[in-house]
C-alpha cells in the first residue's frame, strides 16, 4: 500500500469511526426526542384525566349538568388521545396493562353515564375506584416515559464517553501502526547505509510483505513505495557488491601483472648483469679447461697430480656449463613457432631419460591425453621446459619415489602436469622458485637458473606455469599454452 493510500485510510477510518458514532449518537437523539414529544402526550392525557376527575367531583358535590357535560368531553378526548398513541402505550407498560386500562376506561364511562339515575354509594365508590385506576395507569406511563428519557439520555453520555475513548485509542493505535511501517523501514535502511558506507555487504535490507494496514487484518496489493525502495535498495547493494568483487578482482589480476613485469624487468637485469659477467669468465675458464686437458692428456695415471689434475677438468667443465646457462638467460629468446603437439616433447625428454642412472628407484607414470588441439611453439625451447622440470622432481625425490606427467585441455589451454612425490617446497619458499639462482638443492645439483629460463620461456609463448606444493608430500608444477589458432 502506497504511503498515500495509507494516509487516506487512516484519515478515511477516522470518518468511519466518527459515522459510526454519529450513527448512534443521531439515534439516540431522535430517541430521545420521540420520548419527549410521547412524554408530552402522556402529560396531556394526565392532565386529562386530572380534568376528568375535578369535573367529577364538582358533580358529585353540586350536581351540576354542566360539570358532567365536561366530565364526558374530557373523557371523549381522553380515548380519542390513547387510541392516537396505543402502539406506543403498549411498548411502554405492554398490551396488558393497556387492556386493563381500557377496560378500566370503558367502565368508568359506562357508570359516568348511569350517574343521573343512580348515585348509591357503593356505585359512586366503583366509578371513583376506576377513576383511579385511570389516572395510575397514565401517572405509570408518565414515570415509565421518563425513565426511558433518563436511560437514553444517559446511554448517549455513555456513548460520547465510549466514542471519545475509542477515538483516542484508535488514533494512537493508527498512528503508531501507521509512523512505524514508515520510520520502521527508513530506520533500517539508514541503519544497512551507514553498514555499507563502511564496507560491510553482508546485510540486506528484510523486505516485509505486510504493513500497519494488514496487521489489521485488512490486506491490499504490494504497491508500497517503502517495499519498493526496499527491493531497489537490496537490488543496488548486490550490483555495489559484485562491482566491489570485481574490482577487488581486477585490482589483484593488476598486482598479479605488475608482480610480473617486475619479475620480467627482475629477469632482465639479472640476465644483463649474468651475460656480463659470463662474457668476462668464459674466455679464462676456456683457457684454463684446455690447458687442463693438455696437461692431464701428458700425466701418467699412476702420476699423484693426476687426479688432482682429472678434478680440475671437472670442476673447469662444470663452472664453464654454469657460465654457458648464464649466457643462455641473459639471451633474448627468439622463438621459430610452429604447430605441434605438445605429447611429443614429453615422449622424447622421458626416453632420453629413462636409461640415465639418475632415474633407478624413480617410477615415471604418463597419462598423457590422444585428442589434444595443437599449440604454435619452439619444440626445442619446449623440450628444454620439459627437461627442466624434469631434472629438478628427479632432484627433489630421494628414491623410491614417483613421477606422474599429465596432459589436458582446460578451456582455451593445453596443460603439461608434472607431480612428484619429492620432499617439497616449504610456503615460505614458493614464490620464489622461478627466480635466478634460487635453490634448495645441493650445490653440486644445480645453479637455481632452470626454473627461471622455463618461466621465461613459456610467458614468451603466451602462456603460464603455476607450481602447487606440500612439504614431505611432494610439487606438482602445471604448464599452461595457449591452443594454437
Known amino acids: ?178 509512523s512505524s511501517s514508515i520510520a520502521t523501514p527508513i530506520r533500517n535502511l539508514e541503519r544497512v547505509t551507514k553498514k555499507m558506507a563502511k564496507g560491510d555487504f553482508s546485510e540486506k535490507v528484510e523486505i516485509k510483505r505486510h504493513d500497519a494496514i494488514a496487521s489489521l487484518g485488512i490486506h491490499f ?70 690447458f687442463s686437458n693438455l696437461m692431464l692428456e701428458q700425466c701418467p695415471k699412476d702420476d699423484p697430480r693426476y687426479g688432482r689434475l682429472k678434478m680440475m677438468v671437472r670442476e673447469t667443465e662444470r663452472a664453464r656449463n654454469i657460465i654457458r646457462q648464464l649466457l643462455n638467460f641473459g639471451r633474448e629468446i627468439i622463438i621459430k613457432p610452429v604447430p605441434m603437439n605438445i605429447n611429443n616433447p614429453v615422449y622424447e625428454i622421458v626416453n632420453s631419460l629413462m636409461g640415465q642412472e639418475a632415474f633407478n628407484g624413480i617410477e615415471i607414470t604418463m597419462n598423457l591425453s590422444d585428442n589434444l588441439p595443437e599449440i604454435s611453439a619452439d619444440p626445442a625451447q619446449i623440450l628444454q621446459v620439459v627437461l627442466n622440470i624434469m631434472l629438478n622432481a628427479i632432484h627433489a625425490i630421494t628414491p623410491p619415489g614417483k613421477i606422474e606427467i599429465t596432459t589436458r585441455v582446460e578451456d582455451k589451454f593445453v596443460e603439461m602436469v608434472f607431480s612428484d612425490s619429492g620432499a ?31 618461466y621465461g620461456i613459456i610467458k614468451k609463448h603466451g602462456g603460464d606455469i603455476e607450481v602447487k606444493s606440500t612439504v614431505g608430500k611432494g610439487t606438482t608444477f602445471i604448464v599452461r599454452l595457449p591452443v594454437y589458432g
Open 1 to 178: 500500500m502506497k504511503i498515500r493510500e495509507k494516509l487516506f485510510f487512516a484519515f478515511g477510518l477516522y470518518i468511519l469511526l466518527t459515522a459510526i458514532f454519529g450513527f448512534f449518537a443521531l439515534k439516540g437523539l431522535s430517541t430521545i426526542t420521540t420520548k419527549l414529544l410521547f412524554v408530552e402526550t402522556v402529560d396531556d392525557i394526565t392532565n386529562t384525566v386530572l380534568e376528568i376527575r375535578r369535573h367529577e367531583k364538582n358533580y358529585l358535590l353540586f350536581k351540576d349538568s354542566g360539570s358532567l357535560k365536561e366530565l364526558n368531553d374530557y373523557l371523549a378526548v381522553f380515548k380519542s388521545n390513547i387510541d392516537k398513541i396505543k402502539e406506543e402505550i403498549i411498548r411502554e407498560i405492554g398490551t396488558s396493562n393497556y387492556d386493563m386500562m381500557k377496560n378500566a376506561t370503558t367502565e368508568y364511562e359506562r357508570l359516568v353515564n348511569a350517574l343521573p339515575s343512580g348515585e348509591k354509594k357503593d356505585f359512586i365508590d366503583k366509578m371513583r375506584s376506576s377513576a383511579r385506576q385511570i389516572q395510575s395507569f397514565t401517572e405509570d406511563l408518565s414515570k415509565k416515559t421518563r425513565m426511558d428519557i433518563g436511560k437514553a439520555l444517559a446511554m448517549s453520555m455513555n456513548l460520547l464517553v465510549a466514542a471519545f475513548i475509542t477515538m483516542i485509542a484508535a488514533g494512537i493505535i493508527i498512528n503508531a501502526k501507521l
Open 221 to 290: 496489493p504490494h504497491n508500497d513505495e517503502i517495499i519498493s525502495l526496499e527491493i531497489s535498495f537490496n537490488q543496488m547493494e548486490e550490483r555495489l557488491k559484485n562491482a566491489l568483487s570485481s574490482l577487488e578482482l581486477t585490482i589483484e589480476k593488476l598486482q598479479e601483472k605488475q608482480a610480473q613485469l617486475v619479475e620480467a624487468e627482475k629477469l632482465a637485469s639479472v640476465g644483463r648483469l649474468a651475460a656480463g659477467v659470463a662474457h668476462e669468465i668464459n674466455n679464462p675458464l676456456t683457457s684454463v679447461l684446455t
Open 424 to 454: 617439497g617446497i616449504s610456503e615460505e619458499n614458493l614464490n620464489k622458485v622461478f627466480d635466478p639462482f634460487f635453490t634448495t638443492k645441493e650445490m653440486t645439483k644445480g645453479t637455481g637458473l632452470g626454473l627461471a629460463v622455463s
